[in-house]
């Protein structure tokens, strides 16, 4: 590839701080400054009462302009893209299948492009595999992609318009000109797309002379075109995408066979299609990505949706799920030795908020999850205006137990834990709340998940669904979306919650701000105001959503006090990280209970495991078979098992262990 300058490898200890990347409207970039704020990530639950600062880790700074390396001018040794190669034309299969699967092809399984790739397909839950050249040179074969008229793959996504290799100085191409003949021959006779995550902009991929941009000190906003709102069909069309950190080439379309679906002020196609007179399609990006960077995020899903023809495996879904813990209990409050413990009018201005929210149809589905302590409401405390007004207001929200007294489960007994879900859940009977359940807990301070004999007491409660904490060794998702069940009590199923750095003490902008100076002075170099400081944390939250992932986030009751009578600091947080997201994105955003969470979640973590292949006949039938049982995503696939997501039908397929289903496909 030429000129193919790009951003630095960064070590995966940095991964948190440059998701905050992805929703940032401005900053400032510097070697003094850093491009996206710290996710501080405070380690569990403090509880009720307590003073404590919570632990923090802070991540390296992100990526800034004095990080790039310096900019790799082309050299003549270079080999020309593959796209320039001569192709021998391949007559269609005639009535061919393909599996439901992708070919990701790389130079080797470092590259950064690679990484974006992954990221997108694997929160999906979407098959692939990689073919990373340089580990089997010259091996990419007709025998490897098909055998007669079944073909391996439905789309090939290659991470580079060229793979190829800095080889002692003389840069050389990770395919021989047999493999690209293998490689293009088969995606004419199945009629298989290709995608080209960055490409130097040739003529063979339909561009004309192009011109390079780095984008690292200043951003480049381009827009859809109407092909690209069809293709990006989950993005806001009226926004604009901005292309930041990545090294980019700006080039016009050659002529009317290639579709600009991005474009920037110019007229320069950042993204776009060109259909080759022999019949073979190319969606190209002219700009670098990693999987932090926000275009990625954005615009990865519909290049997935492009290269499938809109029929995949897996699924992809937005999800706020805020989590409000010590509910009935007062706090302590940082800088003072008052407790707060939220009152009626707190409760009902929450609740009419949340009411505005859901008039929207992007965030219809948005319900808070208010975990709750049951002995904060069993006449401990009087008077209390809170418990019949919780009643009252019981079906706005979901609920779930946070034990009956906070009780911290590390060192409890078996009889001790059952007792702090059972006395939980026969006071929410009495409170009638609605779609309670002892099925759900988050345990005080995170607690109790090593120790035996509280795991079992949880158990013999009901609970079959616990949260973790994601800042916590071994307590992060071990694969996107999926959960971890109890090494001691296999049958719970723990949910990686993310923490926050809405602190569990504070209540108003001045109690945050105060805290988050005191922690973050330093690393920042100066003091940031309430305003400065929802910016930087809604980051983080939008980042989340972009990503699609499943996992809850944490806050704590009195971050719910309405402070000036309307506000509270949670819902400003939410309404920014909020309006950052629908700026970028059409796809709706779900609120689960935490039932239907953790059964979503064993539902994916059932679904990886078990194995499952599709093989498609276009415009025919799709047919799933899998080795264990599961409930199998299928995007595009519109059936009686199907609901649609924004827009977009997607079935839920269940198949039981060595069971083969087939279903017509509409036309």
């Not at 995007?635 to 977009?648: E, I, N, Q, R």
Request: charged share 15%.
């Amino acid at each position: 590839m030429k000129n193919r300058p790009r951003f630095k490898r960064v070590p995966a200890a940095l991964m948190a701080a440059l998701a905050l990347v992805g929703c940032a409207t401005s900053a400032v970039v510097g070697p003094t400054a850093p491009v996206a704020p710290p996710p501080g990530r405070p380690n569990g639950d403090p509880g009720p009462h307590s003073d404590a600062v919570p632990a923090l880790i802070l991540p390296a700074m992100p990526i800034t302009a004095a990080d790039q390396p310096a900019r790799r001018t082309i050299q003549a040794s270079e080999p020309a893209s593959g796209a320039a190669k001569a192709f021998t034309p391949v007559a269609p299969v005639a009535d061919p299948a393909v599996d439901a699967r992708i070919l990701i092809v790389a130079t080797s399984r470092d590259e950064v492009e690679l990484g974006a790739i992954t990221q997108a397909l694997d929160a999906m839950g979407t098959p692939y595999d990689i073919w990373a050249a340089r580990e089997r040179p010259g091996q990419l074969t007709s025998a490897q992609l098909a055998t007669g008229t079944h073909g391996r793959y439905q789309g090939v996504i290659l991470t580079t318009g060229n793979p190829a290799y800095d080889n002692g100085g003389t840069w050389t191409s990770a395919l021989t000109d047999a493999e690209w003949q293998a490689l293009w021959g088969y995606e004419a006779a199945f009629k298989v797309r290709q995608a080209t995550w960055y490409t130097w902009p040739t003529p063979e991929y339909g561009f004309g002379p192009s011109t390079p941009r780095d984008t690292t000190t200043a951003g480049l906003d381009a827009k859809l075109t109407p092909a690209g709102a069809k293709v990006f069909a989950n993005l806001n069309p009226q926004a604009p995408i901005t292309i930041r950190y990545a090294y980019t080439y700006l080039a016009k379309p050659a002529d009317a066979s290639t579709t600009p679906l991005l474009t920037d002020a110019d007229g320069n196609a950042l993204v776009a299609v060109h259909q080759s007179t022999d019949g073979r399609e190319n969606l190209a990006m002219t700009f670098d990505s990693n999987q932090w960077m926000l275009h990625a995020q954005l615009l990865a899903y519909g290049v997935v949706g492009w290269v499938t023809r809109g029929l995949f495996l897996g699924e992809r879904k937005t999800y706020a799920g805020a989590q409000v813990d010590d509910f009935f209990y007062p706090t302590t409050i940082f800088g003072s030795e008052a407790d707060y413990r939220m009152d009626a009018n707190d409760l009902l201005a929450t609740a009419a908020w949340q009411r505005a929210k859901r008039t929207d149809a992007l965030t219809a589905g948005l319900k808070l999850n208010l975990a709750f302590n049951g002995e904060g409401a069993n006449g401990s405390i009087s008077p209390d205006p809170l418990t019949p007004t919780a009643r009252l207001l019981g079906g706005e929200f979901n609920w779930i137990s946070h034990t009956f007294t906070h009780l911290d489960l590390d060192t409890a007994t078996e009889a001790q834990a059952k007792a702090e879900v059972t006395r939980n859940t026969t006071l929410a009977k009495q409170l009638k709340l609605p779609g309670y359940g002892p099925e759900t807990l988050v345990t005080g301070g995170v607690s109790g998940l090593n120790n035996a004999a509280a795991m079992r007491g949880l158990y013999a409660g009901g609970v079959r669904f616990v949260v973790s904490d994601t800042s916590r060794p071994g307590e992060d998702n071990p694969s996107p979306n999926n959960g971890i069940y109890n090494a001691l009590q296999p049958a719970i199923l723990e949910i990686p919650r993310r923490p926050t750095n809405l602190f569990y003490n504070v209540s108003t902008p001045q109690e945050w701000t105060a805290e988050y100076n005191q922690l973050y002075r330093t690393y920042w170099g100066h003091d940031v105001d309430y305003a400065a400081l929802l910016e930087i944390e809604s980051d983080t939250l939008c980042t989340y959503m972009l990503r699609g992932e499943m996992d809850p986030w944490m806050f704590h009751q009195a971050n719910l006090r309405a402070y000036d009578g309307r506000h509270s600091l949670l819902s400003d947080l939410l309404d920014k990280a909020i309006a950052k997201y629908a700026a970028r994105m059409a796809m709706p955003v779900l609120s689960p209970s935490m039932l239907e969470l953790g059964k979503a979640m064993a539902g994916r973590m059932a679904y990886d495991r078990a194995g499952v292949t599709a093989t498609i006949v276009p415009g025919k039938s799709i047919t799933l078979t899998a080795k264990a049982a599961a409930l199998v995503p299928v995007t595009g696939l519109d059936g009686s098992s199907s609901t649609a997501y924004a827009g977009v039908p997607v079935a839920h397929v269940s198949l039981a262990a060595g069971q083969t289903l087939t279903f017509p496909l509409k036309k």
